[in-house]
């Protein structure tokens, strides 16, 4: 990377073409943003890029050198910084883009060796996961539910700071508190039959730090649950193709 990558310009650069990433990261979707924003601006004109992210002064650089879209550099503003990008020659078929991101597939490795616990792989991160439920107090690690509640949550409260940022709206901090009741839990252990071993209700409330109007917050909350990948997985119930093989 070049040293005038990093200079920042005297003046932002005044266009119509703005798109708001938030606090979103080239490498969480900042990129598709950019790339449908960029789509519809004409030839020789500006996309303003708005991110409070830093490392988007580090990577969008590269990026435009390779879809020759010319970089002009950034400015710092006082509360998200500005990235300005001259549309190129080059067309980009980000339709196809899109498709890729549509059909992409998440990844995850259970390995299960004799103790009381499997190891989960998943990209450059691996952490232990205890039995499916527990009655314990204390455990190795959490059993799968917990890990189930504690994806939904995480989910959410990400999310949450995510489109919050998008629209301008700064939150200090999120806590979410969440409780699930199974349908009925014997089921697993064998010693009912009737109903199921699913959670039948998950509860919670998310607490907010933020300037903001509650009322905004709200909002932000619906648009969050609404778009959850999580949530929707849940809600929606995801078809489960599930088979076994011997290592024979």
């Not at 900042?30 to 519809?40: H, P, S």
Request: aromatic share 6%; glycine share 8%; proline share 4%.
């Amino acid at each position: 990377m070049s040293t005038e990558d990093l200079t920042q310009l005297e003046q932002p650069i005044a266009t119509p073409h703005v798109c708001d990433g938030g606090n979103l990261d080239c490498g969480s979707g900042l990129l598709l943003v950019i790339r449908k924003a960029m789509d519809v601006v004409p030839q020789g004109d500006v996309l303003e890029i708005r991110s409070t992210e830093f490392s988007v002064c580090n990577d969008l650089p590269a990026w435009c050198r390779m879809t020759e879209n010319p970089y002009l550099g950034w400015k710092e503003g006082e509360t998200t910084n500005s990235f300005f990008v001259r549309r190129g020659g080059k067309i980009e078929d980000v339709q196809a883009e899109l498709e890729k991101a549509r059909n992409y597939r998440f990844q995850t490795r259970i390995r299960w060796k004799g103790d009381s616990t499997a190891t989960v792989y998943a990209r450059n991160h691996s952490f232990s996961l205890g039995q499916p439920a527990s009655f314990d107090v204390q455990d190795v690690a959490p059993s799968a539910l917990e890990y189930l509640l504690g994806s939904l949550g995480g989910c959410l409260v990400m999310g949450l700071q995510i489109h919050a940022s998008r629209k301008g709206v700064k939150i200090e901090q999120i806590e979410l508190a969440l409780n699930a009741k199974p349908d009925n839990l014997l089921v697993f252990l064998g010693l009912e039959e009737d109903g199921h071993a699913g959670l039948a209700e998950i509860s919670g409330t998310a607490y907010v730090e933020s300037d903001a109007p509650l009322s905004r917050i709200r909002e932000l909350w619906e648009h969050t649950l609404r778009v959850s990948p999580v949530t929707n997985t849940l809600l929606r119930g995801a078809k489960l193709n599930l088979q076994v093989h011997s290592l024979d």
